[in-house]
T-cell receptor, first 115, second 113 residues
Framework: DAKTTQPPSMDCAEGRAANLPCNHSTISGNEYVYWYRQIHSQGPQYIIHGLKNNETNEMASLIITEDRKSSTLILPHATLRDTAVYYCIVRDKDPGGTSYGKLTFGQGTILTVHP | KAGVTQTPRYLIKTRGQQVTLSCSPISGHRSVSWYQQTPGQGLQFLFEYFSETQRNKGNFPGRFSGRQFSNSRSEMNVSTLELGDSALYLC????????????FGPGTRLLVL
């Protein structure tokens, strides 16, 4: 699976959009971009994933650049409860062998939402 | 639909003991993966089970083992506990082995004294 790079921390004002970047310059054509978040001491929570096109769900939007080398997770109206560590993960579409069931987590971005 | 459940939520053991943690996946999910999370190493993959078979294993010593039952419930066992095994142990389930989206449980926090 390709490696991802995220800023270690970001701040956002409550009610504003939070834009979390992720670089994955070595991504291959059959790899998805996944986003999870983890609120302190809880299990990671799935947010969204995408392959090529931009995606939106009730939690967030995912913008993937045309060359797929980077992406941005957008929380449109951040709240205090969105304070968490956000993980960007690249995952093979057709895993096999040593990739079965394995998500490779990096250090993530600590997002702090301020009142 | 109920989420992934893990029991117990908290556990205190002493060095040398062994421990068994349990995970019940989301109904209908057949794959269960286990992860260890520590402040120093972050989230690390332990192993994945699908249809009662281990499909993949991370880089952990043989003291860490697991199994999966016919109802997809899974257990992991750590024998001869060491202080460094203190961690949050997370279980995640997905519909099929290799299926993209894994859903995590709340974790079991293990403290080894």
């Amino acid at each position: 699976d390709a490696k991802t790079t995220q800023p270690p921390s970001m701040d956002c004002a409550e009610g504003r959009a939070a834009n979390l970047p992720c670089n994955h310059s070595t991504i291959s054509g059959n790899e998805y971009v996944y986003w999870y978040r983890q609120i302190h001491s809880q299990g990671p929570q799935y947010i969204i994933h995408g392959l090529k096109n931009n995606e939106t769900n009730e939690m967030a939007s995912l913008i993937i650049t045309e060359d797929r080398k980077s992406s941005t997770l957008i929380l449109p109206h951040a709240t205090l409860r969105d304070t968490a560590v956000y993980y960007c993960i690249v995952r093979d579409k057709d895993p096999g062998g040593t990739s079965y069931g394995k998500l490779t987590f990096g250090q993530g971005t600590i997002l702090t939402v301020h009142p | 639909k109920a989420g992934v459940t893990q029991t117990p939520r908290y556990l205190i053991k002493t060095r040398g003991q062994q421990v068994t943690l349990s995970c019940s996946p989301i109904s209908g999910h057949r794959s269960v993966s286990w992860y260890q999370q520590t402040p120093g190493q972050g989230l690390q993959f332990l192993f994945e089970y699908f249809s009662e078979t281990q499909r993949n294993k991370g880089n952990f010593p043989g003291r860490f083992s697991g199994r999966q039952f016919s109802n997809s419930r899974s257990e992991m066992n750590v024998s001869t506990l060491e202080l460094g095994d203190s961690a949050l142990y997370l279980c995640a389930s997905s519909l099929l082995s290799g299926e993209e989206t894994q859903y995590f449980g709340p974790g079991t926090r293990l403290l080894v004294l």
